[in-house]
């Protein structure tokens, strides 16, 4: 089944305690990037990916790191998270930025 | 860089009417413009989408409308049904720079009423 996999779905931690969450997508696509979504804020992008080894700042990165060493991996690290980062995050991965998007389930996290 | 705004932010409509969902973008060169829908508890998921070669698409209760001179474009869903019940994001994206992708709406909560 073509999907965008990520985990935790859940996660409440603390201020400072760096953590990853991780994200694969099975559909060999090029195309992959990182969104939070907040109360009327909508879906806001955080990172994003056109390749292998290619990665580019959104509209909010501040605090967050990606990496993109395997096609079909594009892992979201927090460094040292802080309470302005609980979110709703989802991963999404398409063929190109132009295309349909396949977002996976969410990662909600809430950092106390 | 592409700013698009959405309207209403929420939604009520009675089982079986239209739903009518807008939204303007401010950069000339976007050439698609697709629709998400978000359940509870999911990620969105595109339900249609139209590119600036056409002015209006249609798949089966929904369609989309596109005006290029006044850079909006709508989403129409008719027969609404409870399952309707969502948040819907508009998107765009532009033909020249923005290796970013799609800019999104901020979303309207549509609650169809039975």
Same mark, same amino acid.
């Given at each position: 089944?073509?999907q $965008? #996999?990520?985990?935790p779905?859940?996660? +409440?931690?603390?201020?400072g305690?760096k953590?990853? $969450?991780?994200?694969?997508?099975n559909?060999n696509?090029?195309?992959m990037s ?5 109360p009327g804020?909508?879906?806001?992008? +955080?990172?994003?990916?056109m390749?292998?080894e $290619? #990665?580019?700042?959104?509209?909010v ?12 991996? *594009?892992?979201? +690290?927090l ?6 980062? #609980?979110s709703?995050y989802f991963?999404?991965?398409?063929f190109h930025?132009?295309?349909?998007? *396949? *977002? ?9 | 860089?592409?700013n ?5 932010? =929420?939604l ?8 009518v969902?807008k939204c =303007?973008? !401010?950069d000339s060169a976007?050439?698609y413009?697709p629709?998400?829908k978000?359940?509870l508890?999911k990620g969105?998921?595109? /339900?249609?989408? /139209?590119? !600036?070669?056409?002015g209006?698409k249609?798949?089966?209760? /929904?369609?989309?409308?596109?005006n290029?001179? @006044? &850079?909006?474009?709508s989403?129409h869903?008719?027969? =609404? ?5 969502a948040?819907y ?5 532009? !033909?020249?720079?923005? @290796?970013?992708g799609?800019?999104?709406? &901020? ?5 169809i009423?039975?």
């Amino acid at each position: 089944e073509a999907q $965008v #996999t990520q985990n935790p779905r859940y996660l +409440i931690t603390v201020t400072g305690k760096k953590l990853t $969450v991780t994200c694969s997508q099975n559909m060999n696509h090029e195309y992959m990037s990182w969104y939070r979504q907040d109360p009327g804020l909508g879906l806001r992008q +955080i990172y994003y990916s056109m390749n292998v080894e $290619v #990665t580019d700042k959104g509209d909010v990165p501040e605090g967050y790191k990606v990496s993109r060493k395997e096609k079909r991996n *594009f892992p979201l +690290i927090l460094e040292s998270p802080s309470p302005n980062q #609980t979110s709703l995050y989802f991963c999404a991965s398409s063929f190109h930025k132009a295309g349909e998007l *396949f *977002f996976g389930e969410g990662s909600r996290l809430t950092v106390l | 860089g592409e700013n698009v705004e959405q309207h209403p932010s =929420t939604l009520s409509v009675q089982e079986g009417d239209s739903a009518v969902i807008k939204c =303007t973008y !401010s950069d000339s060169a976007s050439n698609y413009f697709p629709w998400y829908k978000q359940e509870l508890g999911k990620g969105p998921q595109l /339900i249609i989408d /139209i590119r !600036s070669n056409v002015g209006e698409k249609k798949d089966q209760r /929904i369609a989309v409308t596109l005006n290029k001179t @006044a &850079k909006h474009f709508s989403l129409h869903i008719t027969e =609404t049904q409870p399952e309707d019940s969502a948040v819907y994001f508009c998107a765009a994206i532009g !033909s020249g720079g923005g @290796a970013d992708g799609l800019t999104f709406g &901020k979303g309207t909560h549509l609650i169809i009423q039975p």
